[in-house]
């Protein structure tokens, strides 16, 4: 039997993995999500904004990251629209050209915001610190025109927009440096508010600007989508995607305490002989 075990067939160890996505997934199993500080305090930051004020999102991320990302951004959008914040997006990624305006287009949807009044999408331009450096001297000195190319002095939205002074908080969605970019460019120089939604791998980076108060929040990957999904009372990928990740750790947590258990006896048996 140990040594069955010891040399258990990678294929049964895929199909459980799959066993472990598939089952949950069906019936729909989730397990209790505790909200930690870091994200809200960005819900609690939106709570406090009467409603017309600016939010600014920049996707500045690209398909890879969707996963962790994206739900982010659906229940921040939902957030401020539910809350009539307006907002502008934008992106200093390339790849994030077509996922900001996506996301942007669906989330309105779903919650009867009006483009060019409860939110524009602005689009890419390229040179990410002068992009940021120049929309804190005239945003239309950089952005022309929206993503359908749309004259920004035609849009009713943005009339009375004309740079950070009117921007009450930056979000930067995030799977690289670009938030760090925010911080040391716009929040330094114009005291501009910041908060973030990074990915799971560079949280950590993260952590020492809530520390010193150059973040005002943090989502910290897949997670932090979920806990805002929680907190927005409004359970959507993430929250599936928690339940199927805690379900296939288990698995993983499971058969590495078998295998050393298997390892250990059979070590022992070895030792008597």
């Not at 500045?60 to 539910?82: I, K, N, T, W």
């Not at 989330?107 to 409860?118: C, F, N, Q, V, W």
């Not at 501009?192 to 990074?198: M, R």
Request: aromatic share 10%; charged share 20%; net charge negative.
């Amino acid at each position: 039997m140990l040594e069955k075990l010891m040399r258990i067939d990678r294929r049964v160890i895929f199909v459980l993995v799959a066993l472990a996505v598939i089952i949950p997934t069906l019936l729909k199993v989730s397990f209790p999500i505790t909200i930690s500080e870091p994200t809200r305090k960005i819900y609690d930051y939106i709570e406090a904004f009467p409603p017309g004020s600016i939010v600014l999102v920049a996707f500045d991320y690209s398909p890879s990251s969707m996963a962790e990302l994206q739900p982010m951004g659906v229940a921040f959008l939902r957030h401020c629209f539910q809350k009539k914040i307006r907002v502008i997006g934008m992106t200093l990624v390339t790849d994030g050209y077509e996922l900001g305006y996506e996301i942007m287009q669906d989330t309105a949807k779903a919650t009867g915001a009006i483009d060019g009044e409860d939110y524009v999408y602005l689009g890419f331009r390229p040179g990410s610190i002068q992009v940021m450096l120049g929309m804190g001297t005239a945003i239309d000195s950089v952005f022309d025109s929206d993503y359908a190319g749309k004259s920004l002095a035609d849009i009713p939205m943005m009339k009375g927009i004309k740079n950070y002074s009117q921007i009450d908080l930056v979000l930067d969605l995030a799977a690289s440096s670009t938030t760090e970019d925010w911080i040391a460019y716009i929040n330094t120089r114009y005291n501009q508010k910041i908060a973030a939604g990074v990915t799971g791998v560079i949280v950590s980076q993260m952590y020492p600007y809530m520390q010193t108060g150059q973040l005002i929040g943090l989502m910290p990957g897949l997670l932090g989508a979920a806990e805002y999904e929680k907190l927005i009372d409004s359970p959507a990928k993430a929250t599936a995607g928690m339940s199927v990740q805690s379900f296939v750790h288990l698995l993983i947590f499971g058969l590495v305490i078998l295998g050393n258990i298997a390892f250990f006896i059979q070590k022992r048996k070895d030792e008597n002989l």
